[in-house]
């Protein structure tokens, strides 16, 4: 069982990126999957969220209008566009899933009580 994000790199402000976050191991249409970043010195912090059978996605203040997430059940895939990046918007991303917990991402509460992470992919905006 794995989970896998990549697709970060350097990009100029007002840039995008697509960050993709691939599944083995487990059907990931079943289960909520979110994405989360943590800037260097800062907590964790969750994204967004979509929810088992896509019934639901959530977003955090912070992002909603600029980023996307949408999931290639086809592919085992989840994916996160960001559009108009930041500054702010650094950080390493991580995609997580809960296993034991919640398939509607806990109703966006508590960081949508994920409990199992994949590896990080990092994202640097500057110019």
């Known amino acids: 069982v794995q989970l896998q994000a990549s697709g970060g790199g350097l990009v100029q402000p007002g840039g995008s990126l697509r960050l993709s976050c691939a599944a083995s191991g487990f059907a990931l249409d079943y289960y909520a999957i979110g994405w989360f970043r943590q800037a260097p010195g800062k907590e964790r912090e969750g994204v967004s969220c979509?929810?088992?059978?896509?019934?639901?996605?959530y977003y955090a203040d912070s992002v909603k209008g600029r980023f996307t997430i949408s999931r290639d059940n086809a592919k085992n895939t989840v994916y996160l566009q960001m559009n108009s990046l930041k500054p702010e918007d650094t950080a390493v991303y991580y995609c997580?899933?809960?296993?034991?917990?919640?398939?509607?991402?806990?109703?966006?509460?508590?960081?949508?009580?994920?409990?199992?992470w994949g590896k990080g992919t990092q994202v640097t905006v500057s110019s």
């Open positions: 979509i929810s088992s059978s896509d019934v639901s996605t």
């Open positions: 997580a899933t809960a296993f034991q917990g919640s398939r509607y991402c806990n109703g966006g509460a508590d960081n949508y009580a994920m409990d199992y």
